[in-house]
């Protein structure tokens, strides 16, 4: 009980996901939760890129750039 | 809000090997200025040199594109895009277009070559011919030795001094593990910012070496610029493994990327020793440059039962 719902894009996606974590997360912790590397993938809340220490307020939008493209 | 360690602006990175965090701005600026250190400390362009620089559409290329064509309006320097176009359904067909219209943008010469036209197939056709002669084939293998041919056969026909890649620091560690899991010491040995002059070979020189790939992301980004954002149907095997290795030991122990380089660099001097002279001679079969009686893209045809590269075709230097 107490947690925060973001809101999850992914890059060139229409779909938004929800997910539910505790409060005080931080952008870090969500990429742990969806299973990515930060080394891997830029994060945009509310359309800001920010550094994964940023804390995550309830309601905000993330949205997850993949930026290892490969070939 | 988290700030910049040198402005106190909104962070937008954080750079976890140095121990700072970086706004907007201060990103930008501290990209471009190891971009130049990099041309500056390496020698790799200069002044009134014409440079030819590999753009797919991708973010590494279009951002290496933008900074050396500002680069060169400084510094007396003619700089040409070459775009090489594999042939990928669904992939290269979706970058090239953001190719030419960056290319357009900074009002630069731009020449695409085509697997197709120069080697008489795309990549998925011969990746199809391959995997049907041999299931596990990795079609990277394919496509990095026919690209680097016709990237350097562009540049040469182009008359270009130097031949700049994006390849950033991510890239350059991934193909030292790799050559070290190879145990492929000759390729190991030629890894380096600036490749030494050899007859028939443009000069490949690499100014976003030092540059972790997460950063030329962020700049593309920060920049605004229109990159192509999208995975290679073909990246995966042992490439792909080295690199998922990489990252993830690099956030659990920032700075190893660049700890791997530097040892490499260490070694070098001392690989020379090891690594048998290269013998300049012309491919019998396409007469471009190679060390062996055929090149690697001849060979690599040759084994699939196609026609490889008219030797009229090679131009000469």
Known sequence: MGGIVIRVRSFGKREIRSIELPKRVMVADLLKRLDLNPQTVVARVNGKIVVERERLADGDLAELIPIVTGG | ?317
């Not at chain 2, 050396?68 to 290269?92: F, S």
């Not at chain 2, 791997?260 to 007469?287: T, Y």
């Not at chain 2, 440059?289 to 008219?310: F, N, Q």
């Open chain 2, 1 to 317: 809000m988290l700030k910049c360690s040198f402005c106190g602006r909104r962070a937008v990175y954080d750079r976890k090997y140095a121990g700072v965090m970086l706004c907007d701005r201060c990103m930008i600026e501290s990209v471009e200025r190891r971009f130049r250190r990099a041309i500056a400390e390496h020698g790799m362009i200069s002044p009134g040199e014409r440079v030819a620089v590999g753009v797919s559409g991708g973010k590494d290329s279009v951002a290496a594109m933008h900074m050396l064509a500002e680069y060169c309006r400084h510094h007396r320097c003619e700089l040409v895009a070459i775009t090489v176009d594999e042939g990928i359904k669904g992939y290269r067909d979706r970058s090239v277009p953001i190719a030419v219209e960056n290319a357009r943008a900074l009002g630069l010469e731009h020449r695409i070559v085509s697997f197709e036209d120069a080697f008489g197939d795309t990549l998925d056709r011969i990746v199809k011919l391959a995997k049907s002669k041999e299931p596990e084939v990795n079609p990277c293998t394919y496509c990095g030795v026919m690209r680097r041919s016709l990237l350097n056969r562009a540049a040469r026909e182009l008359g270009a001094d130097k031949l700049a890649t994006a390849h950033n620091l991510d890239d350059e560690v991934q193909a030292i593990m790799l050559n070290y899991v190879r145990a492929d010491l000759a390729r190991l040995h030629r890894l380096g910012p600036a490749y030494e002059p050899r007859e028939g070979f443009v000069p490949r020189v690499k100014p976003l070496r030092e540059i972790p790939e997460k950063e030329v992301a962020l700049y593309a980004l920060l920049k605004r610029l229109r990159v192509h954002l999208a995975v290679c149907p073909y990246a995966r095997g042992m490439h792909a493994e080295i690199r998922d290795f990489l990252n993830g030991l690099e956030a659990n122990h920032p700075n190893s990327k660049f700890m791997v380089l530097r040892m490499f660099e260490r070694l070098k001097p001392k690989l020379a020793e090891a690594v048998p002279r290269f013998e300049p001679r012309r491919c019998s079969s396409c007469g471009e440059p190679t060390s062996t009686r055929i090149c690697k893209s001849c060979e690599l045809l040759e084994g699939l039962g196609l026609k490889p590269i008219p030797a009229n075709r090679a131009a000469e230097k």
